[in-house]
Nanobody
Framework: QVQLVESGGGLVQPGGSLRLSCTASGFTFSIYDGNWYRQAPGKECELVATMTNTGGSTIYADSMKGRFTISKDKAKNTLYLQMNSLKPEDTAVYYC??????????WGQGTQVTVSS
């Protein structure tokens, strides 16, 4: 059974850090491109960060550059998103996505991140 399970969300104060995890089962994550998306209330879903299947290329949305880091652990079949210097505007539900074109596109259930004092 193919599944992506996210964890690591929660409530954090501005300036704090969180690390999100996305563990895959039923497929090998390392041969998929890994993405993190987020959706804030009343806003469209936006791409946060991408890591190619080889891990050789990463792309970040402009507002996340220098604060967020995407990474993979092949042994754990897991994608991570390290988030530092968090701001209230980072509050959103964060989703993990695994893509292998042209047919495979898997999503996690989402994890809530709330940045508030």
């Amino acid at each position: 059974q193919v599944q992506l399970v996210e964890s690591g969300g929660g409530l954090v104060q501005p300036g704090g850090s969180l690390r999100l995890s996305c563990t895959a089962s039923g497929f090998t994550f390392s041969i998929y491109d890994g993405n993190w998306y987020r959706q804030a209330p009343g806003k469209e879903c936006e791409l946060v960060a991408t890591m190619t299947n080889t891990g050789g290329s990463t792309i970040y949305a402009d507002s996340m550059k220098g604060r967020f880091t995407i990474s993979k652990d092949k042994a754990k079949n897991t994608l991570y998103l390290q988030m530092n210097s968090l701001k209230p505007e980072d509050t959103a539900v964060y989703y993990c996505n695994a893509v292998r074109k042209p047919f495979w596109d898997f999503w996690g259930q989402g994890t809530q991140v709330t940045v508030s004092s």
